[in-house]
């Protein structure tokens, strides 16, 4: 099978599909990486599918939907009909270190409904994460909108680890006329979605992964973490250190991103309660704050920190915290600062369900 590099996007044998799939009803479709030639294409596939409430309103600007294609760790995949070489959909793979996220799947409205969307979506993510310009990448995530379970069954069926849900993760708005400054986040005021989170763990962060969990002794953290583990058997080696808080000062080492058009804060690492106090207070326009705080022994003041300021237990991600390339677990924290969430559209595979009943009970009055 003829293959596309991602670098020069060489042509390589007889054409540039890495992958192609036939159907029961005889048609084949090819998978491919775009060029910047495609941005019309992709661009009219989120038109169809959002109007304009994509969020990230770069996807409408074929300029600058070009230079996104043109970057070397974005990796944008199109599906074509091979019968009249029509593109039906497109995905978009981009690294970060050593972490991949799979998102952006697009159908066109007259291909869906017909098992299509399910099986692109799992051959696409098992032939990309087995090329080579992603041999350093040690884990792919994914979100999938809670509402549609036929995605969710096709990351599972990819190998793929359900590992979180958080309310209300991503908002349909337009903003192609948002123009942020530093603290002033899009107000949204469209629909909202929550996300079940899945990642598929490759072979190499098992090596990398510290096997000493540090948890608080909590229900709702149990509970995660033997959740976690009971998808894969790579964590039946653990050693688990339950403890109860110290009730000392904590210690604080951590950082802060922002995602403007979606209004997310991201805090990951130790924060001590003044710190925390003042994040809270500074972003409170904001539609989320996740935390993400590793499971060391560090991070048992931090745990306890989160539960008592309101945080909710939302997911549990696997190798997430890097120190010096020894890989440590996290817990997923999220806060409302307005109050506003919703858990009413999510709609889970059996497997998701166990999780999902966790957290829907730490929102209930």
């Known amino acids: 099978m ?13 054409d540039f599909y890495f992958k192609k799939i036939i159907f029961k009803n005889g048609q ?27 969020p990230y309103p770069y996807v409408y600007d074929i300029e600058l939907l070009k230079n996104d294609i043109s970057k070397p760790n974005k990796f944008w995949v199109l599906s074509d009909l091979l019968e009249n070489n029509i593109t039906v959909g497109c995905a978009l793979v981009d690294k970060e270190r050593y972490i991949a996220h799979a998102g952006s799947l697009m159908i066109k409205k007259d291909f869906r409904r017909k098992g299509i969307t399910t099986n692109l ?44 849900i958080i309310p209300s993760h991503i908002t349909l708005v337009d903003n192609r006329d948002f123009n942020f400054d530093d603290n002033h986040p899009c107000s949204h005021q469209n629909e909202e979605f ?9 072979r ?39 403890k109860k808080d110290k009730k000392n000062k904590g210690y604080e080492l951590y950082g802060v991103s922002k995602d403007y058009y979606l209004a997310h804060v ?37 745990m306890t920190l989160a539960l008592k300021k309101g945080f909710k237990v939302v997911g549990y991600d696997i190798g997430f915290s890097n120190v010096n390339w020894t890989l440590f677990d996290s817990i997923i924290f999220a806060y409302y600062p307005n109050g506003n969430w919703n858990l009413s559209d999510v709609n889970c595979i059996d497997t998701i369900k166990p999780l999902f009943n966790m957290i829907k009970q730490q929102f209930i009055p």
């Open 121 to 164: 979506a799992a051959a696409g993510l098992l032939t990309v994460t087995k090329m080579p310009q992603f041999k350093e990448v040690l884990r792919l995530n994914t979100e999938v909108r809670a509402p549609l379970t036929k995605v969710q069954t096709s990351a599972q069926t990819a190998g793929a680890i359900p590992y979180g």
């Open 28 to 54: 084949q479709y090819g998978l491919r990486f775009a060029t910047p030639k495609d941005a019309p294409n992709i661009s009219s596939l989120f038109k169809e599918s959002y109007g304009y409430k994509y």
């Open 266 to 302: 991201k805090l990951f690492g130790y924060i001590k309660e003044k710190s925390l106090n003042n994040l809270i207070k500074i972003n409170k326009n904001w539609r989320i704050i996740i935390w993400k705080i590793p499971t060391t022994e560090n991070g048992i003041s931090s």
């Open 194 to 202: 929550s996300t079940v989170h899945f990642s598929m763990i490759f």
């Open 204 to 242: 190499t962060l098992w090596k990398k992964r510290d096997r000493n969990v540090f948890l608080l002794d909590n229900d709702d953290l149990i509970f995660l973490y033997e959740y976690i583990k009971s998808q894969t058997k790579q964590m039946n080696n653990d050693t688990i250190t339950l």
């Open 2 to 14: 003829a293959t596309i590099t991602k670098k020069g996007l060489d042509l390589q044998e007889e």
